[in-house]
């Protein structure tokens, strides 16, 4: 079994409207949320064994206050998952060494829900109906060993949590 999980940064600020898009950073109500989300993990007890990140400024923030709160063994930002699609965020989890059993993806929309929806096999007309907000976390588990046999519409959603929901 593994797991992945496709996070959508938090909210980000904007305050100044001459600060290019990559460069935002988040608004003070997008580290509350997001420390919302982290007591969710912690209470699950997940941790992640690698994780992508975009490179913009909002992911990293994100990710920065998750990983003081949340295990995470291996790292990787990257500027190629800013505005990507999701067939390249799939592209590169197919390439993930078997050793890595829980993923997680910090990225932007519309790629995360792009994403779900051309991994999960049930629940689509529902999922579909959902906003992927800021913050938000999907888990999706797939029945492989290796995530190079990872094929559409093959995972399990079992989990879409937003902010909204523990406030």
Known sequence: MLNLYVMRHSKSSWNDHNINDFERPLSNRGKKDIKLIIAFLKKKKITFD???ISSSKRTKQTFKILKNNISCKKIIYSKKFYLCSESFILNTIKNIKKKYKNI???NHE???K???LKLIRKNKLSF???KFSTSAIAKLVFSIENWENLKNYSGNLTLFKTPKDFR
Do not use: F, G, M, Q
């Open 128 to 130: 579909i109906k959902k």
């Open 50 to 52: 690698l994780a992508y």
């Open 104 to 106: 997680l993806i910090v």
């Open 114 to 116: 792009n994403l779900v």
């Open 110 to 112: 519309p790629c995360c």
